[in-house]
């Protein structure tokens, strides 16, 4: 049974494209979050939200929009694609917003061209 | 860049060797985490110390943290092959600061 999962796994896309990156935790989790891996692995938080209300809003550009219908899942629609864009966005979660263990997702691989 | 650092960016040891990593952070602490990321996997969370902690151990790993230089380190005892990995901290005050990873080698 996985705890916290990301579909798909793999994605590449032109630049200009519209695309989503869907999570689900099924841990009962009341806090998940989405971050960035570059090339570099460096790791920076984009967003969390806690029962459906956004908590972290990192300087991301406005072409990200994470949507969470209820608290299993925090949805990633991603705008207008650039190249920079390519990089592992992990999605995770954590039992309540003071962020105790988080529980992180396989990543997907996303590859603008 | 509050992104944390880590020493050294790449350790390569025998087995059964200890690894040590460091870990540097700028922000205030709630409490500090390692991470390990397998190659082309997600993170799955070693250990957890709180900001009132001095030292912690669970199993091969060791964690000490030292508020009054902003830093923490995370010591693998007796390594093997299956520690190869990325190792990370992750800064949890009032961001959520990730270290800029440690590659482990273990060798057999």
């Known amino acids: 049974d996985t705890a916290v999962s990301q579909t798909p796994k793999y994605l590449v896309t032109q630049m200009g494209n519209d695309k989503s990156i869907k999570c689900e935790q099924n841990?009962?989790?009341?806090?998940m979050y989405w971050y960035k891996q570059d090339s570099k692995k460096f790791l920076k938080i984009m967003f969390s939200?806690?029962?459906?209300?956004?908590?972290i809003n990192e300087t991301v550009p406005n072409r990200f929009s994470p949507k969470s219908p209820d608290k299993a899942h925090l949805n990633l629609h991603i705008n207008s694609l650039e190249l920079g864009d390519s990089a592992v966005y992990f999605c995770?979660?954590?039992?309540?917003?003071?962020?105790?263990?988080?529980?992180f997702g396989p990543g997907t691989r996303l590859l603008v061209l | 860049s509050q992104q944390g650092e880590e020493d050294p960016q790449a350790l390569s040891i025998q087995e059964g060797e200890n690894a040590t990593m460091n870990c540097s952070y700028k922000?205030?602490?709630?409490?500090l985490q390692w991470y390990r990321q397998n190659s082309g996997r997600g993170l799955v969370h070693l250990i957890l110390?709180?900001?009132?902690?001095r030292e912690k151990h669970s199993g091969r790993l060791r964690v000490t943290l030292d508020t009054s230089k902003k830093s923490s380190s995370l010591l693998i005892t007796a390594s093997r092959a299956a520690d190869t990995a990325s190792y990370f901290c992750?800064?949890?005050?009032?961001?959520?600061?990730f270290g800029q990873g440690t590659e482990l080698s273990v060798k057999p």
């Open positions: 995770a979660s954590s039992q309540d917003r003071l962020r105790e263990t988080q529980y």
């Open positions: 841990l009962g989790h009341d806090t």
């Open positions: 939200y806690n029962n459906k209300e956004l908590i």
């Open positions: 922000t205030s602490i709630n409490n």
């Open positions: 110390i709180r900001s009132n902690e």
């Open positions: 992750l800064n949890q005050g009032g961001k959520l600061i």
